[in-house]
């Protein structure tokens, strides 16, 4: 008996400009925001901020001249080590107390489920008898997701930057004018680095908690071995095995001090780092995706 297909009539309204990845972004970013943990760790950034912005009123209406007390102070402490000077380095320091607390749980939390979910569920298919490719799938989960990394991170970071140049005495802004960018660049590829590479792994475990363990077990071993290595070696490359070493050097370089002392990883390599697990990741991605996806 041969089949004989449905009827249907052409569609004849107006078709929407609305790339086919949006959809999804904005689904991913409701289905992330849904999730009580993602709330508490972005508004705990925020808080953060908030706190930040509140100190440095206070200090800077108690003590407008703190910084210039706190300066030679360093001088006079130092000796002939570095100053304490308040340019882009500060902002380093700021940038690891939203990292470590904030954007590498999250990663995790947002991350551990987005594919997973859709695979174990089978949804792919779901998603690509539609108008929209792996690519674009791809594109716009990790756009939401990164979205969600930066608001707890980066978006903090520039309020505390906007509130300290408008509050500071004249000439603090040319020694940070350039941090809303290095801030920018460091967290987003970071960001990015985190988002593709533990979306790639839950491809492979398709479970939250082994995506978590997986993630954890692997910073904690890397940290570990990068100063072994450095030890038996002395060489700094070495350090680059540990992943921590690279968020530190490639934000100190994105911030404009990409020095290569002898206690850490060479810029140009911890940053060949970070896009090198981007690419793989977004290649293993792509690859576990296509393959789950094929409709026939």
């Given at each position: ?47 953060m901020s908030l706190a ?187 350090l680059a095995a540990a ?54």
């Open positions: 008996m041969a089949f004989r297909a449905a009827d249907y009539e052409r569609f004849t309204g107006e078709r929407t400009r609305t790339p086919a990845w949006w959809p999804l972004w904005r689904a991913t970013f409701r289905r992330g925001w849904r999730s009580k943990w993602v709330k508490m760790f972005v508004l705990g950034g925020l808080g930040v912005t509140i100190m440095l009123y206070f200090v800077q209406e108690v003590v407008p001249e703190w910084r210039e007390t706190l300066e030679r102070l360093g001088e006079q402490a130092g000796g002939n080590g570095p100053n304490l000077v308040f340019d882009s380095r500060i902002y380093l320091i700021l940038l690891h107390w939203f990292i470590y607390p904030f954007l590498m749980p999250l990663s995790v939390l947002l991350g551990y489920d987005l594919i997973a979910g859709d695979l174990r569920g089978n949804a792919l298919e779901s998603y690509f008898s539609r108008p929209i490719t792996p690519a674009g799938y791809v594109f716009g989960r990790t756009l939401a997701f990164t979205s969600f990394l930066l608001m707890a991170t980066l978006l903090p970071l520039l309020w505390i930057w906007c509130f300290d140049v408008f509050t500071a005495p004249a000439g603090h802004y040319q020694r940070v004018k350039s941090v809303p960018l290095g801030l920018t660049a460091s967290l987003g590829l970071t960001a990015l680095t985190l988002a593709l590479f533990v979306q790639a792994l839950t491809t492979i475990t398709r479970s939250g908690i082994w995506t978590a363990l997986v993630v954890v077990i692997l910073f904690v071993l890397s940290g570990m071995l990068g100063p072994i290595l450095y030890e038996v070696t002395n060489e700094p490359t070495m992943f921590w070493e690279n968020i530190w050097v490639v934000s100190n370089g994105m911030l404009g001090s990409p020095e290569e002392t002898a206690r850490h990883a060479p810029f140009g390599l911890s940053l060949s780092i970070f896009l090198a697990i981007s690419g793989v990741s977004l290649v293993v991605l792509l690859r576990r995706i296509k393959r789950q996806a094929v409709i026939g």
